[in-house]
C-alpha cells in the first residue's frame, strides 16, 4: 500500500470515527426517547436482519430499485446519446432537462400514483424520475465534448451512425458517462425509498414511516443506518471507480 | 439562438396541447387528470380567493430561513476548510458520498427530536443546501488566480478588501452555482419534508388533497410549485451565464 493511499485510509478511518462520536454525544446530548446509542442501534439491525423480518421488505425495495434503475439507464442512455447528437434537438431541451433537474419531483408523486397506481410500477416509475435526468445530461454532455476529430474519422471510415456511437462515441464518453450513471444510481435509489416513505405496505422506506407511527426509534435509526451505509459503501466503490477511468482518460 | 427558443417554446406549447387532446378525448380519465386549461383556471381561482395564502408564507418563510442559514454556514465553513488543508482532506469523502445518502431519511429522526414542527423542515432543507454551498464555495476559492493574491499582497490591500475586491469577484461564478443549487435544495427539503409529515405548507396542502381526492386544489398547487421553482432556476442561470461570460469562461 503506497504512502498516500494509507493516508487516505486512516483519514477516512477517523471521519468515520468522529461521525460515531458525534452520534454518541447527542445520544448523551438528547437521551433515549429521541435518539438510540450507535451501539443499540446496531443491536437491533442486527436483530432484524437475523430474526428475518428485514428480508422481504428488502427484496421489495432492492427488486424496484433495479428495475428502475435499468430503467433510467436505459432510457437515460438513448436520450443523451440522441440530444447529444441532433445540435438542435439537444439546444432546445437541454435547459428544459436542467430546469425539471431543480423540481422539488416530491409534489409529482400524487400524479404519478394516479397515473400507476399503489405498488411496485409506482415505485419504479418515481425512482426513474429521480435517476434518468442526471444520465441523460452527462451522456448528453460526454457526447458533446467527444473531439471534434475523431468523430470526423469516423465520418473518413464511413461508418454508419450505430457504428460510430459503438467504436468511437461511447468509448471517448464513457468516464462521463460514468459520472453520470454514479449520480443516477444514488438518485434512483432516493426516489425509490421515497416513493415508499409514502404510499406502500412494504420496503425500506415504509419501515421508516411505520418507525414513526409506533414512535420506535431504535427501528427508524436501525432502518436510516442501513440506508446510509449501503448507499455510502456503493457511492465510494462508484467513485473510486470513476476516478480511475478519468484518470485513464 | 432565436431559433431554440422558438422551438423550446414549441415544445411547451406541443406537451400542453397533447395533454389538453388526451384529457378532452377521455383517454386520460377526470379522476386521473384534468385538463390544463381547467389547471389554469383553478389556480387563477385559488390565488384570487387567498385560501393558499396561509401555506404559500409558511412555506416561503421556511424555505428562505434554510437557505440563508445553509449560504451563511456554508460560506463560512468553505472559507474556514480552505485554509485547513488536512481538515478538508479529512471531510473530502463525506462531502463526496454526501448527496448519496437519502437525507429524507433523517426526517423522522428530527421530527422526534425536535418535534413536528418547523424545525425539522428548515433542517432538512439546509442539510441538503449547505454541503453544495461549501464544495463550491471551496471551489471558488480553489480558482482565485494566485497572482491576484499576491498582488493584493503588494498593494497592502487589508483582509476585508482582499476578500471584497480580489477573491468575491474571481469566485463569483461558482459562488452562484452554490446558492443555485442550495436554493433548489431548499425548496425541495421544505416542500419534501411538508409532504412526507407536517401540519401545514403547500406540499402539505398537495398531500392533504391527494388523500381526499380534491384534484381541483392538487393540481393547481402543483403546477404553482414547477412554474416558482423552473422560474427561480431560470433567473439564477441565466445570471450565472452571464458572470461566466464576462469573465471569458464560456
Wanted: hydrophobic share 55%.
Amino acid at each position: 500500500m503506497s504512502p498516500a493511499r494509507r493516508a487516505g485510509l486512516l483519514r477516512s478511518l477517523a471521519l468515520i470515527a468522529a461521525l460515531i462520536g458525534l452520534w454518541q454525544a447527542v445520544y448523551w446530548w438528547v437521551g433515549d426517547i429521541a435518539l438510540a446509542s450507535p451501539l443499540a442501534t446496531v443491536r437491533y439491525a442486527a436483530r432484524m436482519i437475523a430474526s428475518g423480518d428485514l428480508g422481504p421488505h428488502l427484496y421489495d425495495t432492492m427488486r424496484a430499485f433495479v428495475i428502475a434503475f435499468v430503467f433510467s439507464v436505459g432510457i437515460g442512455l438513448a436520450v443523451g446519446f440522441w440530444l447529444g447528437f441532433q445540435r438542435l434537438a439537444g439546444d432546445t431541451l437541454e435547459p428544459m432537462i436542467v430546469a425539471i433537474y431543480a423540481i422539488p419531483k416530491l409534489t409529482l408523486y400524487p400524479i404519478l400514483l394516479l397515473a400507476f397506481g399503489l405498488g411496485l410500477s409506482a415505485k419504479v416509475a418515481f425512482g426513474v424520475l429521480h435517476g434518468v435526468i442526471p444520465i441523460v445530461l452527462f451522456t448528453f454532455a460526454a457526447v458533446r465534448n467527444t473531439k471534434p476529430i475523431l468523430i470526423k474519422t469516423g465520418r473518413v471510415l464511413k461508418l454508419s451512425p450505430g457504428q460510430t456511437v459503438r467504436w468511437i462515441l461511447f468509448p471517448a464518453a464513457v468516464p462521463e458517462i460514468f459520472t453520470g450513471l454514479r449520480v443516477g444510481f444514488s438518485l434512483t435509489l432516493i426516489g425509490t425509498l421515497l416513493a415508499e416513505m409514502f404510499a406502500s405496505q412494504r420496503g425500506l422506506g415504509y419501515l421508516l414511516m411505520t418507525g414513526i407511527g409506533l414512535h420506535n426509534v431504535e427501528q427508524i435509526l436501525a432502518v436510516t443506518l442501513l440506508i446510509v451505509v449501503f448507499a455510502a459503501a456503493v457511492s465510494v466503490l462508484l467513485l473510486h471507480l470513476d476516478h480511475r477511468l478519468h484518470r485513464r482518460g | 439562438m432565436n431559433r431554440v427558443n422558438a422551438f423550446r417554446l414549441l415544445v411547451v406549447i406541443a406537451a400542453i396541447a397533447a395533454l389538453e387532446a388526451l384529457c378532452l378525448a377521455g383517454l386520460i380519465d377526470k379522476i386521473t387528470m384534468q385538463p390544463p386549461h381547467l389547471i389554469a383556471r383553478d389556480l387563477g381561482r385559488l390565488l384570487v380567493s387567498g385560501r393558499m395564502n396561509g401555506a404559500i408564507a409558511k412555506t416561503l418563510t421556511n424555505t428562505v430561513l434554510a437557505l440563508v442559514l445553509a449560504l451563511g454556514v456554508g460560506v463560512i465553513a468553505g472559507a474556514l476548510l480552505h485554509r485547513r488543508r488536512a481538515l478538508r482532506d479529512t471531510l473530502d469523502p463525506l462531502f463526496a458520498t454526501y448527496y448519496a445518502v437519502p437525507v429524507f431519511a433523517f426526517y423522522p429522526f428530527f421530527i422526534v427530536v425536535f418535534g413536528l414542527g418547523d424545525i425539522p423542515q428548515i433542517l432538512i432543507a439546509f442539510l441538503l443546501g449547505v454541503v453544495a454551498m461549501i464544495v463550491n464555495m471551496l471551489n471558488g476559492l480553489d480558482r482565485v488566480p494566485s497572482v491576484l493574491l499576491k498582488t493584493a499582497r503588494v498593494l497592502k490591500l487589508s483582509p476585508v478588501d482582499t476578500a471584497l475586491r480580489v477573491t468575491l469577484p474571481s469566485a463569483g461564478p461558482y459562488l452562484l452555482t452554490g446558492i443555485k443549487l442550495a436554493v433548489a435544495y431548499a425548496f425541495i427539503g421544505v416542500i419534501g419534508s411538508e409532504f412526507i409529515l407536517s401540519r401545514g405548507g403547500i406540499g402539505y396542502e398537495i398531500s392533504f388533497a391527494y388523500t381526499s381526492f380534491d384534484n381541483a386544489t392538487m393540481y393547481p398547487l402543483i403546477v404553482l410549485i414547477l412554474l416558482a421553482s423552473i422560474v427561480i432556476n431560470g433567473v439564477l442561470s441565466r445570471w450565472e451565464r452571464r458572470l461566466l461570460v464576462r469573465r471569458g469562461m464560456q
